[in-house]
């Protein structure tokens, strides 16, 4: 049998861990598919590493020093840090499945550290910017209705904290009658979020004005064909409204989500209420923004205490 053939056992296992971070899971095809390439990038790995059939004996006998090297090759191949560390994660939740439903055991994956992941702080837009994001996306295009609708997408954006595919995802039964909308978001874990009147009114214009009908199962935001609208035109959007309106590289429609949270921090918000509506999972996520908070706060002391100057 050539090196790194992977026995029968090992392809069925892989399709039952995939169906289940699907089916039971519930993550979404994109992770899916990342899943998916990290652990077929291990096993090519090992195949080389090996030079034997890899088999789920093979795969229980591994050592620390087989997954230092599984790193250590990717570092050579000049992977990213994130990227090494999210492969390193979808290699334990791998193993970690097998240990629940296989006859499988091997303690040395647990052992190995990934690459150690600078602590990212989210970058909103101040207040200023990120209205003026909303109030100016209407002058990029001479078509009413694609106005109303962009001014919709970045109100709900920013009126609501909606990730930009949340926001994309809606359909037309979805579209807020009231104060709040309840979205589906990340392991389609659903919350709800409120709405606030202006932007229940932006949708309502848009809607009237869009010349495709929106009944309740079609996308309620779409592109100039009728489609569902492409992130990537929202994203465009952002983009174009840098220059004129002298925003920084980081102004994206997922900045202004970051800059719902920081807003509302700034004005007192708590952390538990802001972590419910982002639909974080873990509070540690949302608490990233208190270091936000905290550099905005220091730096307007370091402009204006007398004493700072001194």
């Known amino acids: ?9 090992v392809e069925d296992a892989i399709g039952a861990w995939l169906a289940w971070l699907e089916h039971e899971r519930r993550v979404s095809a994109h992770t899916l598919e990342a899943y998916a390439r990290d652990l077929a990038a291990f096993l090519t790995f090992l195949g080389r590493h090996l030079d034997d059939a890899i088999d789920l004996a093979a795969l229980g006998r591994l050592g620390a020093v087989d997954f230092r090297a599984y790193l250590a090759a990717r570092r050579n191949e000049g992977m990213a840090a994130t990227s090494i560390a999210r492969g390193m994660s979808s290699v334990r939740s791998f193993f970690r499945w097998l240990q629940r439903n296989r006859d499988f055991s091997n303690a040395a994956v647990r052992a190995v550290r ?3 992941l600078p602590r990212s702080v989210p970058k909103p ?4 910017g990120a209205l003026a994001s909303v109030e100016t996306v209407a ?28 926001a994309l995802a809606l359909n037309g039964g979805d579209a807020p009658s ?50 569902r609208l492409d992130a990537a035109i929202v994203q465009r959007q952002m983009r174009r409204l840098r220059a004129p309106l002298g925003l920084p590289e980081t102004a994206t429609p997922h900045a202004l989500r970051h800059s719902f949270a920081t807003h509302l921090l700034a004005a007192g918000g708590d952390l538990r209420t ?37």
């Open 274 to 310: 802001i972590q419910e509506l982002l639909g974080h999972a873990s509070l540690s996520t949302t608490q990233r923004y208190t270091a936000v908070d905290a550099a905005h706060l220091l730096d307007v002391y370091a402009r204006a205490h007398p004493r700072a100057k001194v």
């Open 125 to 128: 837009l101040n207040p200023a």
């Open 178 to 227: 009231g104060d709040s909308v309840v979205i589906t978001g990340k392991g389609r874990k659903q919350r709800l979020v409120p709405v606030l009147p202006t932007v229940r009114e932006a949708i309502a214009a848009y809607r009237a004005a869009c010349p495709y009908a929106i009944g309740r199962d079609d996308p309620l935001f779409v592109g100039v064909r009728g489609k």
């Open 1 to 9: 049998m050539s090196g790194g053939t992977r026995e029968a056992a």
């Open 114 to 116: 990934a690459p150690k």
């Open 139 to 166: 002058e990029l295009t001479d078509v009413p209705w694609v106005a109303l609708r962009d001014t919709a997408v970045l109100l709900l954006l920013y009126g609501s904290g909606l990730r930009i595919a949340e």
